[in-house]
């Protein structure tokens, strides 16, 4: 049995993978790495239907999320359950983090950034802040979780760590090829963008190019870019 993934993207919400990084993970799955989500929240605020409950809208946003992953060649999808807005950095949910990782041992993490200014959905800071501290150092130390050795989860050292919506961006995804399968991935968010119209697409298409202005290439996804110390 093999239950190690190339890549893991940790995200607060369903939809926020392809918005941050949809073009990047489609590009990766061709190249043939192993991708698995780990999304954090049900989403289950995120209407403003009154008929909508968040029973249903639970229901609704997973399985929205999993044809999305699927689209873009995402091998596996793993919902925490917490409810929407409600992520806290406490020891609990870092240690829910550090499970994932020790189960999948993925080298790469892609997660949210926790330091954005200002107005940023609070789950994506507390989201980005307790990924990063589980990687360094509470998934690598094995003193950290007697309990997870016990149950025959062993540290693992994650590599590299790559966060969307950041301000300071070092790293640039040339995503010209799978711009329209990213697209493709975001409206199997019916719930969210069901009525994302021709010319949102072609406002965040502009975005997208202003990314990867004086590159060689048209379109871009942008990234922090972490190295972790080996
Ligand atoms: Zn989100």
């Known amino acids: 049995m093999c239950d190690d993934y190339d890549i893991m993207l ?30 954090c929240t049900n989403g289950n605020k ?26 873009l060649g995402v091998k596996k999808v793993v919902f925490l ?13 870092r240690k829910e983090i550090v499970v994932q990782i020790r189960t999948y041992k993925p080298g790469v993490v892609i997660t949210t950034d926790p330091y954005r200014r200002y107005v940023w959905h609070r789950d994506h800071r507390i989201c980005g802040q307790a990924v990063m501290d589980a990687i360094f150092p509470c998934a690598r130390d094995r003193l950290a979780y007697p309990d ?43 719930s969210q963008v069901g009525k994302f119209t021709q010319e949102q697409e072609d ?14 290439y048209e379109l871009a996804e942008t990234f922090f870019r972490v190295v972790l110390p080996l």
């Not at 939809?15 to 991708?35: N, Y």
């Not at 239907?49 to 992953?69: F, G, N, P, S, V």
């Not at 807005?85 to 609990?92: I, M």
């Open 10 to 39: 940790i995200a607060p919400h369903p939809d926020d993978p392809e918005f941050g990084a949809g073009g990047t993970v489609a590009a990766w799955a061709a190249d043939g790495k192993s991708i698995i989500y780990i999304i």
């Open 46 to 71: 995120g209407s403003s239907d009154i008929e909508m409950t968040a029973e249903k809208l639970t229901y609704i946003r997973e399985e929205e999320q999993r044809e999305a992953a699927k689209m």
């Open 81 to 93: 359950g917490h409810d929407d807005q409600s992520l806290e950095d406490t020891p609990a949910f």
């Open 148 to 190: 997870l050795i016990e149950a025959g989860l062993e540290p693992h050292k994650v590599k590299e760590i790559y966060f969307f919506g950041a301000e300071h961006t070092n790293y640039f995804s040339d995503i010209s090829s799978t711009f329209a399968v990213k697209m493709a991935a975001l409206r199997c968010h019916k």
């Open 203 to 216: 406002n965040y298409r502009k975005v997208l190019a202003k990314n990867a202005e004086g590159q060689a």
